[in-house]
């Protein structure tokens, strides 16, 4: 990886679902300024991950630490008070709500109005899109541009760590790709970021460190740039 400290680290992380395990033994590191991705088909856990780092489940075994300090057995509210913002799976937007209004939402944590506005700026800076749209209703939006708002929602928030949940899921070709070149700006914007994908060579190609997710449990990792050459990810996940 390309930074020296470890930002978030699972330690031996198993995840249960009424007595099955659905995660088993995963170890990951994600060090400050990185882009990682783990990739695996359907079913393989990578949200599992996600929501566990979230809070949103607790680990059955293992350790979550995250910027120094273990953070598995806190609430998803604490968890998210020290910087770790998922966009999940599905944008999960308020469909009722004005763009604006989803905006603020992600805001709710922050007390200073200026850095408030700035970064509203900084996302319609990102997104025009959402400027033009301010006070359209979410449910208004392409499927793309709920993409964008999600994204935005999140760095609304000030992350210290961003979770990327299949954010190409259900995207034309077209907002995909609009998607990777956003998510570069975001990642020379110095953001951290993990992000799982089904879409293993759009992640791998963005990310300089992967994770090769199976049924459970991770089966490869290394560099990106690595991973992409490797024949068995070739062959299972890139289409060759």
Excluded at 5 to 18: K, P, Q, W
Excluded at 123 to 137: D, F, G, I, M, Q
Excluded at 154 to 165: C, F, G, S, V
Excluded at 187 to 198: P, R
């Amino acid at each position: 990886m390309n930074s020296t400290s470890t930002f978030l680290e699972l330690r031996d992380v198993y995840i249960s679902y009424i007595g099955v395990e659905a995660v088993r033994g995963v170890s990951i590191k994600v060090n400050e300024r990185d882009f990682v991705t783990v990739i695996g088909a359907n079913g393989a856990g990578k949200s599992s991950i996600f929501n566990t780092i979230s809070g949103l489940f607790k680990p059955a075994k293992g350790e979550i630490w995250f910027n120094g300090e273990r953070i598995d057995q806190l609430d998803a509210p604490e968890i998210a008070k020290k910087g770790v913002i998922q966009v999940p799976e599905g944008r999960k937007i308020f469909p009722l709500l004005s763009v604006k209004e989803n905006l603020m939402v992600g805001a709710y944590m922050q007390k200073d109005r200026k850095n408030i506005a700035r970064n509203l700026e900084k996302v319609y800076a990102l997104y025009p899109v959402l400027k033009e749209r301010t006070n359209s209703k979410g449910m208004r939006l392409s499927g793309g541009q709920q993409q964008m708002l999600a994204i935005g929602r999140a760095l609304m928030a000030d992350p210290k760590l961003i979770l990327l949940d299949e954010p190409s899921l259900g995207l034309s070709p077209i907002f995909c790709k609009n998607l990777e070149n956003q998510m570069k700006v975001l990642q020379k914007e110095g953001h951290t970021i993990l992000l799982v994908e089904q879409n293993a060579r759009m992640g791998l190609s963005l990310s300089n460190y992967g994770y090769v997710l199976e049924n459970g449990e991770l089966r490869k990792e290394g560099p990106s740039a690595q991973l992409l050459k490797d024949p068995d990810i070739i062959k299972a996940y890139l289409g060759v």
